[in-house]
């Protein structure tokens, strides 16, 4: 048996966020292409040689990228819509698709299956799909140089068109064909390089596939395969691989699975359809996914079990999923609870675990201790009094179906909330957050390294919450809020005051082009200490007679957007942020709060991969919004917001939610969505986002018009809403004080127009 480790891919990103920090200052102007490129490739490079340093055997390249994988094959693929024509070619088209300009907008963002990844979606209007240049023979050429022999890695051709955007059913043998044609040219490329392996990833693999999509692979790895003359080896991951009867027959000659998430059911399918004998098996043993040191004794376990199962010649031990999801090391974590610090495994650590399984599998070296010790680890943490706090279990134990539902139905409520809040029809809001301009996180940053006090910090948000108050009733909004200067994120923020939770100082990972989020770890029980958000709330209502809502992040977000301990259910976890949630609200309402808004932005995102397990998945979530939120008085307005996916088949969940007011992102679904609104009449009120806050450009008044006009027709009016997207935390004071004048304007008009009527 030969055994070799490998990664699917490793985070781009660099320790310090170097390559953030490069591609920031490129689009700022302050370095120009040609240092953009060198910089990039000294990080690229560096990723190489860490990776080989740490053993891994097989080196992943073409896991790099200048912005987003799926907008680098688009691009090379001439996926380019005509409203970009008018850009410089290169680089500028490229960064013009993923952020926008002033004058053209942006490609659309969503999320990368289950994970807190977005990518720019391709989008396909009927243009020829040409391979134009790329940079995927210079990774793999740089790293010949360094005498490593890589494993260029490419998202895979079935996922790829899963995933693109406005192919229409007659379009679609044409655009298959084109990619047919594309990847094949790009791979026969690839292929003269020198490499023996390609790898292409097929996520979509793992999602429930019907006897058409099935053929369709087929198709497209007979014909792909047929014309290059390099080994291919495709990866599944996220779940276990679906129709495994098929794919595992396709005329490739390797196979990554998912022995993590999809454990049961890939042994499974082993056991019943085995493994073909010439085909290498990628054992997907090390959880790619979370922060969690393996237990490598298992580890060992369940790879010679598989082994015993389908008897492969050649092991390819790697991680679940690329290592993109988990931060890059966790040897500089200094101020993490000293329990917690051997219990932790990022991208590194992941590594450095995988060769220890090698090691343990091909006996090459003693490992005896380091299983030993991986084992003693895993027994402190499950052990630790964190995990076991009585007053959580209690809680828990006491809930009654009461806790879940509101007193009063919505009619009723609707009816009570439209007296006691006194709002004007079309009322205009915003989703939270205010730009967090650099005076914020510089004055964050000072406070942080102790350079300013406790109070002065304190009194610079205050007078950022007032000055924002002030613009506010400027631009003429009905219901405000204070801005959410005093967060960095909003999960971070309220996992630095909840028990149960650790945070990292540098653990940071990608979730958008160069956003960036360092989610928190959920360790032990999850409660509730004391007020989180009632002051800075309190502290900005005193300067409005409008009512400033409350803001709060709902507890499956607070779930997903976190790194969670594997000892419990997710349900039970999401319970106690639930119920720690609760808490807060009841304290929110005792200081007159009205309004109290709670974002569920990751609600979809968590949702399983596979259709049978939708069910059980949005019981348990949708239980945890409603013990959150369903404690208040009738008078009191729960709003909620959801962003960055598409929600036209997402209707029976958000009303199940039971939220008095729902504020949704419609940049990516809006035409659908009015669709479905259409048929499935929503009760509650509702905004449609009038406009995509990715962009700096600032819309039009007629632009957000047509949108909401659109909307009249299926919303009733005592039920509009007029808001954003999304937060506004990433765009600059001026453009949004002009898109938020524009957005008043419309309500105006729309108060007018319906008045008329
Ligand atoms: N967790 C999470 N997931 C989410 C979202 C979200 O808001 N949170 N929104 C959606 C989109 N994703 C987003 C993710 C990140 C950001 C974002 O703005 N990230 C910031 C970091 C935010 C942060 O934690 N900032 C810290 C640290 C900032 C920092 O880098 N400070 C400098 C120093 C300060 C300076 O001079 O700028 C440093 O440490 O070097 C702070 O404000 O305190 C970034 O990458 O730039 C936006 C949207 C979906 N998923
Ligand atoms: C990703 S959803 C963001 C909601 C949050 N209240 C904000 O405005 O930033
Ligand atoms: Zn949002």
């Known amino acids: 048996m030969i055994y070799e480790t490998t990664v699917i891919g490793y985070p781009y990103i660099g320790e310090q966020r170097q390559w953030k920090k490069t591609v920031e200052s490129f689009w700022k102007g302050m370095i120009d292409e040609q240092t953009l490129h060198a910089q990039l490739k000294e990080q690229r490079l560096e990723n190489v040689k860490r990776q080989y340093a740490l053993g891994v055997e097989t080196i992943t390249t073409g896991d790099f990228t200048y912005y987003d994988r799926m907008l680098d094959l688009a691009t090379a693929f001439n996926l380019i819509p005509k409203r970009y024509a008018e850009v410089e070619k290169g680089i500028s088209t490229y960064y013009a698709m993923a952020r926008g ?11 990368w299956f289950n994970t807190n990844y977005h990518y720019i979606v391709p989008e396909y209007e009927g243009q020829r799909l040409r391979l134009q240049s790329h940079r995927y023979i210079e990774y793999i050429d740089e790293a010949l140089q360094l005498g490593v022999t890589p494993k260029p890695t490419f998202i895979g051709p079935y996922t790829f068109f899963t995933l693109t955007k406005g192919i229409q059913k007659e379009q679609e043998a044409a655009f298959l064909l084109d990619l047919i044609h594309v990847y094949t040219e790009l791979l026969q490329q690839v292929a003269q390089t020198g490499v023996t392996w390609i790898q292409l990833e097929e996520p979509a693999f793992t999602t429930t596939l019907n006897d058409e999509q099935q053929q369709l692979i087929q198709a497209l790895y007979t014909q792909i395969c047929e014309q290059v003359d390099t080994k291919i080896f495709v990866t599944t991951y996220f779940e276990a691989c679906s129709a495994y009867d098929v794919i595992s027959q396709l005329p490739i000659d390797g196979l990554g699975l998912d022995f993590v998430h999809g454990k049961k059911e890939n042994i499974e399918n082993l056991r019943k359809h085995g493994f073909p004998e010439e ?50 090391s966790a040897m500089h974590e200094t101020k993490l609870p000293q329990f917690l610090q051997p219990s932790l495994a990022f991208a590194d650590e992941k590594i450095r675990e995988l060769v220890a399984i090698r090691q343990t599998l091909d006996g090459t070296e003693q490992t005896t201790n380091i299983l030993a010790e991986s084992l003693q680890q895993q027994q402190v943490l499950l052990g630790h009094k964190s995990r076991h706090n009585e007053h959580v279990a209690e809680a828990l134990r006491t809930l009654q179906p009461a806790h879940y539902t509101r007193d009063i139905p919505f009619e009723k409520r609707q009816a009570l909330q439209i007296e006691a809040l006194q709002l004007p029809d079309f009322p205009t809001t915003t989703i939270g957050s205010f730009p967090q301009s650099t005076a914020v996180k510089q004055n964050r940053a000072k406070w942080r390294k102790q350079a300013i006090s406790n109070s002065e910090y304190e009194a610079f948000i205050e007078e950022e919450m007032k000055r924002w108050i002030t613009i506010q009733e400027e631009i003429g ?14 999960v971070e923020f309220f996992g630095e005051k909840l028990d149960g939770f650790a945070f990292t100082q540098n653990g940071w990972v990608v979730s958008y082009g160069s956003r960036c989020v360092k989610p928190p770890i959920i360790y032990g029980d999850v409660a509730w200490v004391s007020p989180m958000t009632v002051n800075e709330i309190k502290y900005a209502q005193q300067y409005t007679q409008k009512h400033v809502k409350g803001m709060l992040t709902g507890p499956v977000t607070i779930l997903n957007w976190s790194f969670v301990r594997d000892d419990i259910p997710r349900e039970v976890v999401a319970q106690q942020i639930a119920l720690a949630l609760r808490k807060e609200i009841a304290s929110l309402e005792d200081a007159n709060v009205q309004i109290i808004q709670v974002d569920e932005p990751a609600l979809r995102e968590g949702l399983p991969l596979r259709k049978e397990q939708h069910a059980d998945y949005l019981r348990w979530s949708v239980d945890a919004f409603k013990l959150a939120t369903s404690g208040v008085a009738a008078t009191t307005q729960i709003h909620t917001h959801m962003c960055y996916c598409e929600f036209n088949d997402f209707l029976a969940p958000i009303t199940a939610l039971d939220a008095d007011v729902i504020s949704l992102e419609t940049s990516r679904s809006h035409g659908e969505l009015i669709d479905v609104l259409a048929t499935d009449a929503y009760p509650y009120g509702i905004g449609l986002g009038v406009y995509d806050i990715h962009s700096p450009r600032v819309p039009s008044v007629e632009e957000m018009l047509t949108i909401a006009t659109d909307s009249l027709h299926v919303i009733p009016r005592q039920n509009f809403w ?9 765009r600059g004071e001026q453009e949004t004080i002009a898109a938020l004048s524009h957005m008043v304007e419309v309500a105006q008009q729309l108060r007018q127009r319906v008045t008329v009527q």
């Open 722 to 730: 007029v808001n954003p997207d999304c937060g506004l935390k990433t």
């Open 279 to 328: 085909k290498v098996l990628g054992v997907g043993i090390v959880n790619g996914r979370d922060i969690w040191a393996a237990n490598l004794a298992q580890c060992v376990t369940d790879v010679r079990a598989i082994e015993q199962l389908v008897q492969p010649t050649h092991v390819w031990l790697q991680t679940s999923c690329s290592l993109q999801h988990v931060p890059v």
């Open 101 to 111: 300009t002033k004058d053209v907008v942006a490609s659309e963002m969503t999320k």
């Open 477 to 490: 909004l009905d219901v405000l809020v204070h801005g959410e200067f005093e967060r960095t994120d909003m």
